[in-house]
């Protein structure tokens, strides 16, 4: 039987889990590869670092070179985060004849036109199954078996993290900070966990995403988001008492006046299936014109499911099947975006609003008619009597509205704040019927 001999750089959470299916699934990886994958060298940083595996140490090194220099070597996974020196690291592989597979989103979303724009040039291939969703074959879907649709919609949970950090809150009452304390244990938050909580790791995700799916060429600092860094445990009681529980979507639309993006804390209607998804679940509701609705859900972030789509990606590349995939591949081509984006403004949607106004005649009036000056119509209200916990003569009050649109819906919020009786910091979030 043939050999492919495989490098990795970079042995954290992901490489670990990948040298372990490697060296642990060698027979079954031939078998489903027709020919065996060797891995031969693993680069870190740190040689001394424990690695929760069994590793021959001839095979690890903390010189790129080594890799480089290696002409056996035709494949690497490489395994690090950040931007640099990911970016110059996938350069050089390249240049020395590597094809690379990588779960970096974050360099992808940022680097991502340079890199591949690299690999055509030279003629090798990157695969990126891992990058998005962990364990859930989400681009392979996408670019390959979803490519007789016109897909009209995404919404995702693309964040294990946050999804697990809302999880947390929501049924074991856990604080935020200890929740992502847990989640940096489990080995699902980035290096900076800020761009888990923040949207940033989500919006990356999405921008990968619409370039396959719709042919869009946004950036991922362009799509509007928002994070659940500032999410308060009163919401998430408020969405139960709705019927609903808040996610971290990610929502790419397909409209007649261009494409809606945006990442942004949802309320999701209990009993839809982007609301039964939990912990560092992930999930991707996709609705192509031929196909109708399909449902993805997997672990998108943690060890194992993650190494599962990059070991997919090294067999795929052992195969050759990645070479002629990415040359179809849209991502980053030098072809014209095929879709204009919408301006967030004018995106419609339903809304729950949360303000804190003083317990006073005439506030709940004041409010519904500014909502009003902006098109604003209320579904449903809810005061509850001021209680002990009251924070002095403030109490909450959730507005739940009928269709409105973003800018609409903003410009109230903004105005109603600049009257007396409300608090700043308005609560305002997407609701998904
Ligand atoms: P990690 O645990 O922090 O591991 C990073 C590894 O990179 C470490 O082994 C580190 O070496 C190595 N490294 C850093 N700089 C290096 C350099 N200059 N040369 C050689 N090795 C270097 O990160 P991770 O969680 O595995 O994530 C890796 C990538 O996968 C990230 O892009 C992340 O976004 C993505 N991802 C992660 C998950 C997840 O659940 N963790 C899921 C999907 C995608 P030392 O160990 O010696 O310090
Ligand atoms: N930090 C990421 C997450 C890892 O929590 O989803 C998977 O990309």
């Known amino acids: 039987m043939e050999t492919t001999h495989v490098g990795i750089v970079g042995l954290g959470t992901v490489g670990s889990g990948v040298a372990k299916i490697l060296l642990e699934q060698s027979t079954r990886i031939a078998r489903h590869?027709?020919?065996?994958?060797?891995?031969?060298?693993?680069?870190?940083?740190?040689?001394?670092?424990?690695?929760?595996?069994?590793?021959?140490?001839?095979?690890?090194?903390?010189?790129?070179?080594?890799?480089?220099?290696?002409?056996?070597?035709?494949?690497?996974?490489?395994?690090?985060?950040?931007?640099?020196?990911?970016?110059?690291?996938?350069?050089?592989?390249?240049?020395?004849?590597?094809?690379?597979?990588?779960?970096?989103?974050?360099?992808?979303?940022?680097?991502?036109?340079?890199?591949?724009?690299?690999?055509?040039?030279?003629?090798?291939?990157?695969?990126?199954?891992?990058?998005?969703?962990?364990?859930?074959?989400?681009?392979?879907?996408?670019?390959?078996?979803?490519?007789?649709?016109?897909?009209?919609?995404?919404?995702?949970?693309?964040?294990?993290?946050?999804?697990?950090?809302?999880?947390?809150?929501?049924e074991s009452g856990m604080k935020f900070d200890d929740a992502v304390s847990l989640a940096q244990q489990l080995g699902y938050?980035?290096?900076?966990?800020?761009?888990?909580?923040?949207?940033?790791?989500?919006?990356?995700?999405?921008?990968?995403?619409?370039?396959?799916?719709?042919?869009?060429?946004?950036?991922?600092?362009?799509?509007?988001?928002?994070?659940?860094?500032?999410?308060?445990?009163?919401?998430?009681?408020?969405?139960?008492?709705?019927?609903?529980?808040?996610?971290?979507?990610?929502?790419?639309?397909?409209?007649?006046?261009?494409?809606?993006?945006?990442?942004?804390?949802?309320?999701?209607?209990?009993?839809?299936?982007?609301?039964?998804?939990?912990e560092a679940y992930n999930a991707v509701s996709v609705v192509g014109d031929a196909v109708g609705r399909v449902f993805f859900q997997g672990l998108g972030a943690g060890q194992m499911p993650t190494a599962s789509a990059v070991v997919a990606d090294l067999i795929d590349m052992a195969t050759g099947r990645t070479k002629i995939t990415f040359r179809t591949l849209e991502?980053?081509?030098?072809?014209?975006?095929?879709?204009?984006?919408?301006?967030?403004?004018?995106?419609p949607g339903r809304y729950y609003l949360r303000f804190s106004v003083k317990d006073h005649p005439g506030v709940l009036g004041d409010i519904a008619s500014v909502l009003a000056q902006h098109q604003v119509s209320i579904a449903s209200v809810i005061q509850h009597e001021p209680t002990r916990d009251s924070e002095g003569s403030l109490v909450p009050l959730v507005i739940m509205t009928h269709t409105a649109t973003e800018g609409g819906v903003r410009q109230a919020v903004e105005q109603i704040e600049l009257g007396e009786s409300v608090k700043q910091g308005s609560v305002r979030m997407r609701v998904l019927d």
């Open 189 to 278: 938050a980035e290096a900076d966990p800020a761009m888990d909580v923040d949207g940033s790791d989500a919006a990356q995700k999405l921008a990968i995403l619409s370039h396959l799916a719709f042919g869009s060429r946004v950036g991922w600092k362009d799509i509007p988001r928002i994070g659940i860094d500032s999410l308060d445990p009163a919401d998430l009681r408020f969405a139960t008492e709705l019927g609903y529980r808040i996610k971290l979507l990610a929502i790419a639309q397909l409209t007649d006046h261009g494409l809606e993006l945006h990442v942004s804390p949802s309320l999701v209607k209990i009993g839809r299936p982007l609301a039964e998804v939990r």
């Open 331 to 347: 991502l980053w081509s030098q072809r014209e975006a095929r879709v204009d984006i919408r301006e967030h403004d004018e995106t």
């Open 33 to 170: 590869a027709g020919r065996q994958l060797k891995l031969q060298h693993a680069v870190v940083r740190d040689l001394k670092k424990p690695r929760g595996i069994e590793i021959a140490s001839s095979i690890l090194s903390d010189e790129l070179s080594k890799i480089t220099d290696n002409a056996q070597i035709s494949v690497v996974a490489q395994l690090i985060g950040g931007l640099e020196p990911a970016r110059s690291i996938m350069l050089q592989l390249l240049a020395a004849g590597k094809d690379v597979v990588t779960a970096n989103k974050a360099l992808l979303a940022e680097h991502g036109p340079e890199l591949f724009d690299k690999a055509r040039e030279l003629g090798r291939s990157i695969a990126f199954e891992a990058s998005v969703a962990g364990g859930i074959p989400i681009i392979t879907s996408i670019s390959q078996c979803l490519s007789a649709n016109q897909i009209t919609s995404l919404r995702g949970i693309l964040n294990g993290t946050s999804n697990f950090i809302v999880s947390q809150m929501e």
